[in-house]
């Protein structure tokens, strides 16, 4: 092993290994923390360092594989568990410890809470990726092929944060990818001779040596020119999506931070259609839910202390109405799902760019172009679409039915809602030692939850009046008057003093707009009017999702959602209400609040097919293919080169293996070869290529004499195996062949060497005639003087 090889391969793993880490660092918003990369990097060092001393000692290229599985498997063992080889019990242990992963990856959404287990399989997935770039681009290399391998991989966070990740998390990865192509193709090109320096003078330089470092210089230019354009590309090219909320001068203005659509509050119609106590009809509806309401027009998460709106909202973090949406946010399987299905007629009256649905839409089935987004799960017009006047559709809502215990227990929401908890700073302390006082002997978030709707809604601390709708405000001073002043409100004023005593509390919250209840038209149709306009709040709770308080008080026919029974969804219900056994929608078994149960909805989706493990899942298997496909071709020609050698057990045999090997090597360089032609006559056509290398100024394999004698051997053997009477054996028959295929390969294009190795054509083509030969056989012919001696 020279030391100039080990260097080389040395280099190269080491690129590998960077532009691995380099890209699974940009899993790190899916989880609170990252250690699992220091794990996974000290796995990989060891593995890699295996594989690049023994790519160095030449060895095969399965059994590098195979060795670095089974270093990083032994310290996996060693790292994970108390065993000191991989056991029955260690495999045990590291499986099970992987099956707590995937559970959490089920129940949690970005950014995931990290554990031992979790750190675990986070940095042994990391190793099977570094060990597939690893085989690919170091071993195979194949290095331009690893970027479809990193983009597999960025796709990750990108499709669980709904794109909105940094452009800085993509530098670290694509820096050390390009570093690693150029590292091989560097290698590529010293291959090919020796060069002039750059500097000083060349009879300076031992003869062996080879001076790059014109390379080096264009492989910092280009390196770091690519990764920083491909940064600030972003940040230069336009991304404008002109929606608009209301058509009625409530407009919409781009938000200048992040290039979404910053729109207008939707309130304004509410109050316009409340303090007007207009009776028009807006909505019919028919719909299999036995008590119909609270169809959401938009959610109100943004508060900045002037007043509720609606936040960004960017078409990368929205999907189709045509295609599958995806499980409402923070809710696991195990909760129950109630499924309704609604048929809606919009009226003329009613001319917004969003569509009413009950949350959460599981499927809509609408004309134009709509939009639902991720977060919120509120659909608006898209590319133009800003009227919904006349418009009639139908969707399917998934509504949650969780347990009193599921929302008692819950865990402590991620940092991924955290901005839903954020007030502005200075905020009201007045407000603040008034939370304190009504949520004071709560314990936990729903708890709080429960203590401040039933404060709202106690007709000794709160008046409803509908006046209040003139007054046009729901900022901090409005809600500040409200609670410690006026206590005279409507329903706006209720839901926005909530949830932002609820934020208070740390609870994640925002403010929903819609319709309350419909009255029944004598056609069996529902009716929404002007006058059902409503406001609600829904505050998040983990592995529930969003829930939807009412404190609005029940005089004005708000009835409070019923947690005690169980029934969040059933306003109708009385706290003391029973469930009936017999009813297969709401009867549970007692169990973990979080145990999986049954979901009464199959066509409703679920944060365990959207989570972090499935999209983790797909990528696993997209390595392996890619990892098949890439090798497959190779590896069939390398099986059937050992098949034929460990065949060849006669003189004759070894002839032909030889013969064969070396047309197979023709065929895959994509030269002419004549299955009908002599072996002399063939011989000589090899014989003109290799005079080629005459007029080549570098050789780097052997001397056109070594070639010529090779070839030589090689048709003297096979026309003995055919035509003697007993064939004798000539011994070097495989050195030969390798000897002409070398000579011949010398004086081909870099790309056609590279095809002949990765797509050889002789896998799939049956000998035969080429065409091209027998056009080219009269040229040969006449050179047919050439002795294939010297």
């Known amino acids: ?91 045990a ?35 099977a990726i570094g060990l597939v770039v690893d085989l690919i681009g170091v071993t195979y290399r194949r290095v331009p092929l690893l970027g479809l391998v990193f983009l597999l991989v960025y796709m990750v966070p990108v499709a669980q944060l709904a794109g909105d990740v940094s452009v800085f998390s993509f530098v670290p990865g694509a820096t050390a990818f390009v570093f690693l192509l150029a590292a ?26 080879v001076d790059d470092s014109g390379l080096r210089q264009s492989r910092y230019r ?9 940064s600030l590309l972003p940040f230069v090219v336009p991304s404008i999506d002109p929606q608009i909320l209301f058509d009625g001068g409530s407009g919409g203005q781009l938000d200048g931070n992040d290039g979404g659509l910053d729109v207008e509050n939707p309130v304004l119609d509410m109050r316009r259609n409340l303090s007007s106590q207009t009776d028009e009809v807006l909505l019919r509806i028919q719909t299999d839910d036995p008590e119909p309401g609270y169809l959401r027009l938009a959610a109100l998460d943004r508060f900045t202390g002037d007043e509720w709106s609606v936040g960004s909202r960017t078409t990368a973090n929205a999907v189709d109405t045509g295609g599958a949406l995806p499980g409402a946010p923070g809710r696991v399987a195990s909760v129950l799902n109630v499924g309704r299905d609604y048929e809606v007629q919009v009226t003329d009256a009613l001319r917004s760019d969003w569509l009413p649905v009950v949350y959460s839409p599981s499927r809509v089935e609408v004309d134009g172009d709509w939009l639902v987004d991720e977060t919120h799960f509120d659909i ?26 599921q929302l008692q227990f819950a865990p402590d929401p991620p940092s991924s809602v955290a901005q839903f908890t954020t007030l502005p700073s200075g905020f009201s302390p007045e407000i603040r030692e008034l939370t304190e006082q009504v949520t004071g002997n709560a314990t936990n978030g729903f708890s709080k939850a429960l203590a401040l709707q039933q404060y709202f809604r106690d007709p000794a601390n709160f008046e409803y009046d509908l006046a209040q709708a003139d007054d046009g405000e729901n900022g901090e001073e409005a809600i500040e008057d409200f609670l410690l002043n006026t206590q005279v409100g409507y329903c706006e004023q209720f839901a926005s ?110 944060d365990a097919d959207a989570g972090v493990w499935g999209v983790l899942r797909i990528i696993l298997v997209g390595f392996v293919l890619l990892g098949a496909l890439a090798v497959l071709p190779r590896t069939l020609r390398e099986s059937r080169r050992r098949r034929r050698w460990s065949s060849a057990t006669t003189p004759a045999g070894a002839a032909e293996a030889a013969w064969s090997e070396l047309r197979d090597s023709m065929v895959d360089l994509r030269l002419p070869w004549d299955d009908r032609d ?80 990765w797509l050889p054509r002789s896998v799939l083509r049956r000998p035969g005639t080429d065409r091209s030969h027998s056009r080219a056989r009269g040229q040969v012919a006449g050179e047919a003087v050439l002795l294939l001696r010297d």
């Open 497 to 606: 003093a909530m949830a932002v005593m609820a934020r208070v509390e740390g609870i994640p919250s925002r403010v929903a707009i819609g319709f309350l209840r419909p009255s029944e038209s004598p056609d069996g149709w529902q009716e929404f009017r002007g006058e059902d306009m409503h406001a609600w709040p829904e505050l998040y709770f983990e592995g529930v999702g969003w829930v939807r308080f009412e404190p609005t008080p029940a005089s004005q026919g708000a009835a409070a959602p019923n947690f005690d029974a169980g029934r969040a969804d059933d306003p109708s219900a009385t706290p003391t209400e029973s469930l009936d056994p017999n009813d297969t929608q709401t009867t549970r078994v007692q169990q973990d609040p979080f145990q999986p149960n049954r979901d009464d909805d199959p066509a409703a989706g679920g």
């Open 678 to 757: 002599t072996a002399r006559h063939l011989g000589r056509s090899l014989r003109v290529r290799i005079d080629e290398r005459r007029r080549a100024p570098v050789l780097t394999g052997p001397t056109t004499e070594q070639a010529v004698q090779a070839l030589n051997t090689l048709v003297v053997a096979v026309e003995q195996s055919r035509y003697a009477r007993t064939p004798t054996a000539v011994p070097g028959l495989q050195e030969a062949q390798r000897t002409v295929v070398e000579a011949i390969t010398d004086t081909q294009p870099l790309s056609v060497r590279r095809r002949g190795i």
């Open 380 to 405: 608006r017009g898209d590319d133009g679409q800003d009227d919904s006047s006349g418009l009639r559709y139908s969707f399917r809502s998934t509504v949650a039915d969780p347990t009193q215990d």
């Open 222 to 230: 280009i390196g770091f020119g690519a990764v920083a354009l491909a």
């Open 1 to 91: 092993m020279s030391s100039g090889a080990l260097t080389h391969q040395l280099r190269l793993s080491g690129w590998a290994l960077l532009a691995t880490l380099g890209t699974c660092l940009a899993l790190g918003p899916l989880f609170e923390d990252r250690r699992y990369l220091v794990h996974a990097g000290g796995l990989l060092l060891l593995a890699i360092l295996t594989g690049a001393t023994l790519r160095a000692l030449n060895a095969n290229r399965l059994l590098v594989f195979v060795a670095q599985v089974a270093v990083a498997a032994e310290i996996a063992v060693l790292a994970y568990t108390e065993s000191l080889l991989p056991t029955p019990t260690a495999v």
């Open 93 to 127: 242990e590291i499986r099970d410890g992987y099956v707590r992963f995937a559970e959490n990856a089920q129940m949690y959404t970005a950014p995931m809470p990290t554990d031992a287990s979790t750190t675990m399989s986070l940095a042994l997935i990391i190793v």
């Open 184 to 209: 091989d193709e560097r290698e590529r090109l010293t291959h090919w001779g020796r060069q002039i320096a750059m500097s000083g003078q060349v009879w300076t330089q031992a003869y062996s040596a």
